[in-house]
């Protein structure tokens, strides 16, 4: 078996997704993974860290991930590999996003939802933030529409609240309804509580679109953040692929790309950008938004648009096309069908994640909505090629 090295820090709870790939395709191959958390020393001292664990485990391949400061140094002769970051040695394979792709993806998300006015809020000095807005406004722009970038400081990627200040006044001279890209999810978080403390309603006035679809982030928002999902399943498949080849003599090129396997939808993109024509209505999706991982049902729903159950009823339908138990059950599949992809054969806390009170309840609904049981499902999405 052979022994692989993996350095990094977290950056955010998504890249979780593409480790758990990492993980499945070393499995294949046998691998054994050897897991070091990159620390906040002096250069030397984290080099020193890496040749002790270089000496006691001999590995036959090295991945390093997105650290901070200087790059570590790898013994000659040991193929390796890095993921997403600035800091790779000269020379070294790189796999990384396609932040083009990110910024295409985003635009395409937020175009047509009854506005002409779009903004991005990117990063100066990351050229992964340059490339996310200039291909959204491009983007937006070929559509004949306005888009207005603005640029944030640098350190605004480590502490993006210090910047709610600045994004509430750039918020102030836009027009409205305006759609707002934001290059990613905890700058979009910060993006959506500038604009509500300016009154501003979701999706009414904004609507709003990040990059890594970070559950802690999205969901953990007053209002759910939508976000364009990196198709973590490829990026470990290259990762273990390019070092394959290396460790059996073959040459990699210097870096490797992979995309997006989708925009998962929350409240901030509603289809229904347009105000709704019953107040209620709105008041009903934002409650089933918010508590949908929570044992709510009809009645709870009803209560929250504070109306009669048939009156709740037949407006919500009008409104949405579909019965307010059918958007609750659908809202707790979503959740789940985002889990199932990152997690192992162990279901046994998705229940309660998603909303359902017992497994048999979740497999039932599941299957009647995919057509296929959550296991054969999960088999699919983690061992096959997304499309």
Request: aromatic share 8%; hydrophobic share 40%; proline share 5%.
């Amino acid at each position: 078996m052979k022994t692989i090295v993996v350095y990094t820090q977290r950056i955010n709870g998504s890249y979780d997704g593409l480790f758990l790939s990492l993980e499945r395709e070393g499995r294949r191959r046998g691998w054994r993974f050897v897991w070091l958390s990159a620390g906040d020393g002096a250069p030397g001292e984290e080099q020193a860290r890496l040749d002790r664990l270089f000496a006691l485990v001999r590995p036959a391949g090295f991945i390093g991930g997105y650290v901070k400061g200087s790059p570590v140094q790898v013994p000659p002769g040991i193929p390796q590999v890095w993921l997403d970051s600035g800091t790779a040695p000269r020379g070294a394979a790189l796999v990384r996003h396609d932040n083009a792709r990110f910024g295409e993806v985003a635009a395409r998300a937020l175009l047509g939802g009854g506005t002409d006015a779009y903004a991005a809020f990117g990063l100066a000095r990351h050229r992964w933030s340059a490339a996310r807005v200039r291909a959204f406004a491009a983007r937006i722009r070929s559509e004949g529409a306005r888009c207005r970038a603005f640029r944030l400081p640098h350190g605004v990627l480590n502490s993006p609240y210090s910047a709610f200040e600045s994004i509430r006044e750039d918020l102030r001279r836009l027009p409205r309804p305006v759609s707002v890209f934001a290059v990613t999810d905890r700058l979009a978080d910060v993006v959506l509580m500038a604009a509500t403390s300016l009154g501003w309603r979701c999706p009414e006035d904004f609507r709003l679109v990040g990059v890594d679809d970070d559950e802690v982030v999205c969901l953990s928002s007053p209002i759910p953040i939508s976000s364009v999902r990196p198709d973590w399943a490829e990026g470990g498949r290259l990762v273990a692929e390019v070092l394959e080849l290396q460790m059996r003599g073959g040459r990699a090129r210097r870096e490797y790309v992979y995309g997006v396997a989708g925009v998962t939808r929350r409240a901030t993109t509603r289809e229904s950008y347009r105000r709704p024509v019953d107040e209620r209505v709105r008041l009903g999706l934002d409650f089933i938004d918010a508590e949908f991982d929570s044992p709510i049902g009809l009645a709870d729903v009803v209560a929250a648009m504070g109306c009669s159950k048939r009156l709740a009823q037949l407006r919500f339908r009008e409104e949405t096309g579909k019965t307010i138990s059918a958007a609750i059950l659908e809202r707790r599949l979503a959740r789940a069908e985002v889990l199932l992809r990152r997690m192992h054969p162990d279901f046994s806390t998705l229940p309660a994640m998603c909303g359902f009170r017992t497994m048999a309840a979740l497999r039932a609904a599941f299957k009647a909505f995919r057509g296929v049981s959550m296991t054969e499902w999960h088999r699919r999405e983690r061992h096959e090629p997304l499309s």
